[in-house]
């Protein structure tokens, strides 16, 4: 997808905040595999998201350009979205992940009121078929390194989000007892947090 629509010192800007958020990736993460664009020309919405592959047994995918949107109720998004998985995807082709995620970032843009975490988003029919955690949870940073918690572009700082499928039956617990019993349950769960699949 093309960035027509961004001006001069627009794309440059992109870029500079390309190069800034790609860099703190890498040193974590290694080099990324794929690389995957969303835009919509209307609302001036352009978004990159990358896979960084297999490293310890998870693969991650991460935006750059979600913390310099804006959305559809004027609030600036003014955050990145991570999503860890196992090596596996949970049984899904990186094809599938991305437009899953693409489809999870454009929801968000064009419905998103309450912008603090944690935050669920309900099932979804558009989840990977092969998954059981077909809703998702946005919240802090958790089991990465303490640098991508904060990221800085310029005078702008702001978090890189975890979000993380959840099943529908987790989703309740978080609504109705808060993140802290979800904490708990996994705790003491021989499931991993970041496999889709777990019953």
Not at 9 to 34: C, H, K, T
Not at 97 to 108: S, T
Request: aromatic share 12%.
């Amino acid at each position: 997808m093309e960035m027509e629509f961004f001006t001069k010192n627009d794309r440059f800007a992109f870029d500079v905040r390309r190069s800034i958020l790609l860099s703190a990736y890498m040193e974590q993460w290694g080099m990324p595999e794929y690389r995957v664009m969303m835009s919509k020309m209307e609302s001036g919405v352009y978004i990159e998201m990358y896979l960084f592959p297999d490293r310890g047994g998870v693969s991650r995918f991460v935006t750059i350009g979600l913390s310099n949107t804006v959305y559809k109720s004027g609030q600036p998004a003014a955050c990145e979205w991570m999503m860890a998985l196992p090596s596996d995807l949970g049984g899904e082709k990186a094809e599938r992940i991305f437009n899953y995620f693409a489809d999870l970032i454009a929801h968000h843009i064009e419905s998103a009121t309450d912008l603090s975490v944690p935050l669920v988003m309900g099932s979804s029919a558009l989840a990977p078929e092969n998954w059981h955690a077909k809703a998702l949870l946005l919240d802090e940073l958790r089991g990465e390194s303490d640098s991508l918690e904060e990221l800085q572009v310029g005078s702008e700082v702001f978090p890189l989000l975890w979000a993380v499928p959840i099943t529908e039956k987790e989703a309740a617990i978080i609504l109705e007892k808060g993140i802290e019993d979800f904490d708990e349950i996994f705790e003491k769960s021989d499931y991993s947090i970041i496999d889709p699949c777990r019953p």
